[in-house]
């Protein structure tokens, strides 16, 4: 399972969770906020300290029956100081246990992985991503991501709209979304097959 989050001032914080596959394959089965909540882009602000974020994953996370093998964090806000001051947002997680490492940042490459996931059914490329359909943000946004229109006659710089969730699989797509096999602990070796100066450990095997 790899985890994304891309943290907010005002916002509630984007999060995504999304299982990896053998064969390269992404299934994003969970998001915060969820389905309990307006859609993300009517919410104007959201009341969670970082702290409460951290506590909110930990406790969804005892669900999933598998652990988290990687976590990746927008290194933008996930380096800027959190809003009680002091440490950082990812600071604040990994005192809670969460460890985040920074993605490659990079919108036009990051474009072309997410493109490369999607596939192109067109062309008999088939996609690799997939999202369960309650993970409404993350479709909403994959949808409807793009160049927010400017108005008339007003000279505006190009921004980007409805971009919080499509980031988090922009963020996999560069950094995150590999499997990762599972730990398998192997059975002590019989001791005929270990050499004979393993046998009697008090022996100089030199």
Not at 7 to 33: M, Q, S
Request: glycine content about 8%.
């Amino acid at each position: 399972i790899i985890n994304v989050v891309d943290p907010h001032p005002r916002k509630p914080f984007a999060i995504g969770w999304y299982y990896v596959f053998p064969n390269g394959d992404v299934i994003c089965f969970a998001e915060f906020p969820d389905d309990t909540y307006p859609p993300f882009h009517k919410i104007k602000s959201g009341d969670f300290s970082t702290e409460d974020y951290a506590d909110m994953q930990l406790e969804s996370e005892k669900s999933f029956g598998i652990p988290v093998t990687a976590r990746w964090m927008d290194p933008n806000m996930g380096n800027s100081p959190d809003s009680t001051g002091g440490n950082t947002i990812r600071q604040v997680f990994a005192k809670k246990g969460l460890y985040y490492q920074d993605p490659i940042d990079n919108l036009v490459n990051g474009h072309q992985a997410v493109k490369s996931l999607l596939g192109n059914p067109a062309k008999g490329i088939r996609s690799q991503i997939y999202f369960m359909d309650w993970c409404h943000n993350h479709i909403f946004g994959m949808r409807n991501y793009g160049w927010k229109k400017q108005k008339a006659g007003v000279s505006e710089l190009p921004e980007l709209e409805f971009k919080d969730f499509p980031d988090l699989v922009r963020y996999g797509a560069m950094s995150g979304f590999r499997y990762t096999q599972p730990v398998k602990f192997r059975r002590p070796l019989p001791p005929v097959w270990l050499p004979a100066a393993y046998k009697n450990r008090n022996k100089k095997i030199f």
